[in-house]
């Protein structure tokens, strides 16, 4: 079921390729993933220029499309070319198409791809903007919802759509843990959350409980309406306003993504460690594993090197070489 309507002649075949790569379990294509962007992007094009045959559609057409904005970045452009080969190799097995005019369009040269780090005063402001967002609405769930979201991505490093999908039976407090299910490469884990986050999280659902009563367990868990859960759309809408309200935006250049607080929490983690003198390369297993990742190897994308983890690291050389080198130093001194 699409989270909005579709228009376009290619409606029932748009709808049949989200369901069909759905069913695979590709989350991107669950009600709440990113490629529901391109499909009602596509959508709308079609619809506004009047195509109304598939044998309109061809590779000029859908050069335009992907490039009908030039603000938009390569990574953006290279998502609807994927997205817009996907679904013409989906008509061609249908028979509904002969060819696939996406096929020859190239991929652009994307830069690559550098997180913002959230400092703990950075969250802090987040958080309080979210705070009075909250006492200007008291009366709706938008704000409680920004607030508890932020806490638990940067928590527990969520994707958007893990938190977006949790049920309210997916939230065990008796033993605090996270059940996230359908989530990327297939995958499923049984995640602890700290006490706080615990409490975070009843407080939110108390408050949700008492505003939209529900008495299914398999309810989604965060509302912002009784209708329906909020999507990704509408939550990065709303964490852009807050990073504008915190002076985080930037006026040139890529501002922080919400997705920034899950490169944040990989970050972070790794500094704790340093602190507390473990040795980071034996921890990423279990990081990797906490993430949902497929190996350790993909973890190591979040760990941006920062000034603090580079100060860190100094410390960690000086304290376990700093006696030899001096050593050294001395016996090379005392030669003639």
Known sequence: MSPSPLVSFLKKPLLGYMDFKAGL?????????SSWTQARDLDYFLAFHGLASIEHIDEGQIHRWVHAIPGHSPNTKNLKIRFARGFFRYLIRLGLAKHNPALRIPYLKARRYKPHIFTLREIHDLLLAADADKRRRPNAMLGWTLQTMILLYYACGLRLTEALNITIKDVDFQHRTLSLWNTKFRKERLLPISAPIARCLKDYLDLRLARHPTADPAAPFFRLTFAKRPHRSVIEHHFRRLLVACRLAKPRGRAPHLHDLRHTFAVHRLYKWYQEGHHPLNKLPLLATYMGHLNFHSTQVYLA????????????????????????HRRACRRP
């Open 305 to 328: 090197i920062t000034n603090t983890l580079l100060r860190e690291g100094d410390r960690r050389f000086q304290a376990a070489f700093e006696d030899v080198a001096e050593r050294s």
């Open 25 to 33: 379990r590709c989350t991107s294509f669950l009600p709440s993933g």
